[in-house]
């Protein structure tokens, strides 16, 4: 079986056509079946794309190793705070909100 539906990409106020897509639904037939492969069924329904939560992902971890030097930094009493600091923080709270 198969289910299709069709969806508005993030970009179509610059003319790109609707996206289509077709989600395969397994039916167990009635022999024993040994082996499934299965997908999350709402993949296509998130509204961030893998390669834009790996990205979020990455810039959070970039801000939680700026936070670890902050405080190592702290802690041996040569905390100097610039704009490469706060550029980097940014990035780890844009990418918890992206994830959020």
Known sequence: MEHRFSGRSLLYRFGRTP????????????VRIRTWLTAHY???????SMASRLLAAGLVTLGALELAGVALRGLLGMLNLGPADALLGLAGLVGAALLA
Do not use: E, Y
């Open 19 to 30: 996206l289509d897509g077709i989600n395969l639904i397994a039916v167990r037939p009635r």
């Open 42 to 48: 709402d993949s296509k329904g998130q509204r961030l």
